[in-house]
Antibody
Framework: EVQLVETGGGLIQPGGSLRLSCAAS????????MSWVRQAPGKGLEWVSV???????YYADSVKGRFTISRDNSKNTLYLQMNSLRAEDTAVYYC??????????????????WGKGTTVTVSS | IQLTQSPSFLSASVGDRVTITCRAS??????LAWYQQKPGKAPKLLIY???TLQSGVPSRFSGSGSGTEFTLTISSLQPEDFATYYC???????????FGGGTKVEIK
């Protein structure tokens, strides 16, 4: 079964660091684009970061320079290292697989597999 | 790229035809997906490439549009469809992906 399970969330003080993990089963993380998406309490979805199958990484402006996405191929696991945390980083963090498929005359990405999320609360 | 969804809230009855609009601040071809999210749950993919139905999603869901204007239509609303719906543009990871603000569909 294709599945993603996030862990590592918790309560952390402003300025602190936390590392989220996303363990995959049923497919290979390193063969796919993989993203982190977050949702602040009562708010909408916000894309955070992506790591390409080739290893390139991109970030939302709101987290650039503070968050780092990475993966461990031997563990088939995706990570999000979060430093210099702020109150506005409080959210449920989801990992997702970014799948590429042909449709019509082109190729398109979409997020087809999501984890259940892990909650990060930044508060003193 | 900004995505503006309308309406942000919609009250409808079972059996109603429902249409949600998503407008992009610049052209994104057909690099748009739609997701459904229920309270406390992860988003679920409904539509990708603006109009391609994800496997396993009921055919009452359909998507259309390209460029800057897109729509998600539910042809006959069912009790399990009461949820929040989000559009997402995947035009360029380098420039950042964005989601619309969401449309909450509630029972009238």
């Amino acid at each position: 079964e294709v599945q993603l399970v996030e862990t590592g969330g918790g309560l952390i003080q402003p300025g602190g660091s936390l590392r989220l993990s996303c363990a995959a089963s049923g497919f290979t993380v390193s063969s796919n684009y993989m993203s982190w998406v977050r949702q602040a309490p009562g708010k909408g979805l916000e894309w955070v970061s992506v790591i390409y199958s080739g290893g390139s990484t991109y970030y939302a402006d709101s987290v650039k320079g503070r968050f780092t996405i990475s993966r461990d191929n031997s563990k088939n696991t995706l990570y999000l290292q979060m430093n210099s945390l702020r109150a506005e980083d409080t959210a449920v963090y989801y990992c997702a697989r970014d799948k590429l498929a042909a449709a019509g005359l082109g190729y398109y990405y979409y997020m087809d597999v999501w984890g259940k999320g892990t909650t990060v609360t930044v508060s003193s | 790229i900004q995505l503006t969804q309308s309406p942000s809230f919609l009250s409808a009855s079972v059996g109603d035809r429902v249409t949600i609009t998503c407008r992009a601040s610049q052209g994104i071809s057909s690099y748009l997906a739609w997701y459904q999210q229920k309270p406390g749950k992860a988003p679920k993919l409904l539509i990708y490439a603006a109009s391609t139905l994800q496997s396993g999603v009921p055919s009452r869901f359909s998507g259309s549009g390209s460029g800057t204007e897109f729509t998600l239509t539910i042809s006959s609303l069912q009790p399990e469809d009461f949820a929040t719906y989000y559009c997402q543009q995947l035009n360029s990871y380098r420039e950042g992906l964005t989601f619309g603000g969401g449309t909450k569909v509630e029972i009238k």
